[in-house]
């Protein structure tokens, strides 16, 4: 737990990870698996030497702890460094991508903002150009609106009353049409076949 900490706190300070905290990660780790691989080679010793007394499974069984205790010490200091190096490789990726788009940024903005202020200005310009347009329209357009108001009251008028007249007048050719085609089949249906003709006296 103890070089936990230390490790920790040799790479807690700064996450800026210059070179040299780099190759210190990389040292710590392989420091880890010289361990690792010290603490197997003890564990393969004392079992060798357990076959050799009387318990031999109750030594065994020791030796197995040790070296589960040995190795979860191990596989905790190796989390916890590969946790800091993600922690500061995503930094690192953090800060490129901000110092990438703060140059694009301040560029794109000031074009943004000179190129928004001309559209604007272009839009009030348009807007105030077609206000004066339409005023002058409808100055010029006023008196003469009136009578063709008045005008086309009286004209709208004698149209739907033709309308009105056209359309009543279809209506009353296709009942008499109906009429009529009525009429016919039922004379039609009354007439008898001709009578077959009398015969001729002798």
């Not at 788009?101 to 200005?121: C, F, I, P």
């Amino acid at each position: 737990m103890k070089k936990l900490l230390v490790i920790l706190a040799l790479l807690g300070p700064a996450w800026g990870w210059p070179a040299q905290e780099a190759d210190g990660v990389a040292a710590e780790k392989a420091r880890i698996s010289a361990e690792r691989a010290q603490a197997e080679a003890v564990f393969q010793a004392e079992e060798k030497a357990c076959y050799r007394k009387f318990a031999v499974n109750d030594c065994i069984d020791k030796a197995r702890a040790k070296r589960r205790e040995v190795m979860a010490e191990l596989r905790r200091h190796e989390i916890a460094l590969n946790d800091a190096e993600r922690r500061r490789k995503a930094e690192e990726r953090v800060r490129e991508i901000e110092e990438r788009n703060a140059g694009d940024a301040q560029s794109g903005q000031a074009e943004q903002r000179a190129k928004a202020l001309a559209q604007q200005q272009g839009r009030e310009d348009r807007a105030a150009a077609k206000a004066a347009e339409r005023a002058a329209r409808e100055e010029r357009a006023a008196p003469v609106a009136l009578q063709k108001t008045k005008q086309g009251k009286g004209q709208a008028q004698k149209d739907s009353e033709a309308e009105r007249n056209r359309m009543q007048q279809e209506q009353r050719m296709a009942q008499a049409q109906e009429r009529k085609a009525k009429f016919e089949k039922r004379l039609a249906e009354r007439k008898k076949p001709a009578a077959a003709p009398l015969p001729v006296p002798r």
